[in-house]
Structures are given as C-alpha cells and as structure tokens.
T-cell receptor, first 114, second 116 residues
C-alpha cells in the first residue's frame, strides 16, 4: 500500500520569503512522486515529478523538490515567494506506474502575504 | 489546445435526480479518470478507464457509474443523487506510464455539483 502525508493544511509566508511545503510518503517499492498546483477555480497542473533520474527535481515557476529516501520525503521549496504562488498544492505518489495507484495528499493551501 | 474539457461547470440537483457529467480530451490519451475533491480530503478516485470500452472502480465508486464508448470521452453518471455527492468533480487523462513509468495526469477545470 502507498500513502502520502502533507504536513500543514495551511501555510502562510511573506512575499519574498522561502516557501517550504512538506510531503512524506509511504511505499514498499520505489515510488514516482509528483507535486501538482491548483489555482482558484481551476484544475490541477503538474509542477514537477520525480522518476528516479535525479533526486533534486526542478519544476515550473521556480519550484523544486528533493527526494530523500532515508527520510521518505519529497518537500517542495521555492527560494522567494511571489503573490502569484498563492494556491493549493498537492503531493502525489504513484507506485509501479499503475493507472489506479496514484494517491494524492490532502493538500496544503499556500497564502502569500504582502 | 483544449486539453481536457468538462461539462457542465456547475449544476444544482435535488435529491434523487439523475445527471451525467461529460469529459472530453483531445490528446489521444489512453487513460481517463474521475475524481472528487472535498475539503481536507484531497482527491479521491471514483472510477477510471485504461482504454476505450473499459472501466474500473476506484476508491469511492458507490453511487456512480461511468462509460467510455469513445476513446476521447468519459462520462460520469449519478443515477439517484444524494447530498453526500455534493462535491467538485475533476476529470483527468494520461498517456499511461510511458517510458519513464510516471503516470502524469492532465486535469479538466472541474464541475461543481450541489445536491439539495
């Protein structure tokens, strides 16, 4: 079985500050990991994905995430928050590439304060 | 590029009524999915399809039916709507696992359903 835990359902940062959104996974086999972003009243968009090619993954809009097997983590970071980053962020895990076995975390709402 | 299109975007139903949500994709994707999104619960898979003419149950299939008669369309039906089905519904599609093994989904904009 696989699962994803996102620590913190709401995170607030000031504009220009570091963004850190936490994701821990549980999987009995090497996972594929994803971060998706959902802007208000829109569907989810892929930010970045980990497919075992490199542990540090760069995505769109300046976001990146590091796969740490020893910590079973895949935290999302951005050095400097922008107002446009305000959105809900979902971590997801897919084991074995199965169509069914894509599990989403419960989401983290990011607020960026001026 | 239309991507994944969902209709309708909003719908209000009374308990016991039926309705169908339509999802259409123009990317020639094999896999299609229906999720529901509820506050604090992330996305939960209702049903999915790995190809034309095939469907399978996801995590929360009860009260829903689906059909995939054409590769580009995936329909989600509610035969007798209940207030517990008030939610935002998302359709998604993917090529499948591809060369990397990673199943990357493309989502529609969502359909907000309220059951009174």
């Amino acid at each position: 079985a696989q699962s994803v835990t996102q620590l913190g359902s709401h995170v607030s940062v000031s504009e220009g500050a570091l963004v850190l959104l936490r994701c821990n996974y549980s999987s009995s086999v090497p996972p594929y990991l994803f971060w998706y972003v959902q802007y208000p009243n829109q569907g989810l968009q892929l930010l970045l994905k980990y497919t075992s090619a490199a542990t540090l993954v760069k995505g769109i809009n300046g976001f990146e995430a590091e796969f740490k097997k020893s910590e079973t983590s895949f935290h999302l970071t951005k050095p400097s928050a922008h107002m446009s980053d305000a959105a809900e962020y979902f971590c997801a895990v897919n084991v074995g590439g199965s169509a069914r076995q894509l599990t989403f975390g419960s989401g983290t709402q990011l607020t960026v304060l001026p | 590029n239309a991507g994944v299109t969902q209709t309708p975007k909003f719908r209000v139903l009374k308990t016991g009524q039926s309705m169908t949500l339509l999802c259409a994709q123009d990317m020639n994707h094999e896999y299609m999915y229906w999720y529901r999104q509820d506050p604090g619960m992330g996305l939960r898979l209702i049903h999915y399809s790995v190809g034309e003419g095939t469907t399978a149950k996801g995590e929360v299939p009860d009260g829903y039916n689906v059909s995939r008669l054409k590769k580009q369309n995936f329909l989600l039906g509610l035969e007798s709507a209940a207030p517990s089905q008030t939610s935002v519904y998302f359709c998604a599609s993917s090529l499948g696992t591809g060369n990397t093994g990673a199943n990357v989904l493309t989502f529609g904009a969502g359909s907000r359903l309220t059951v009174l």
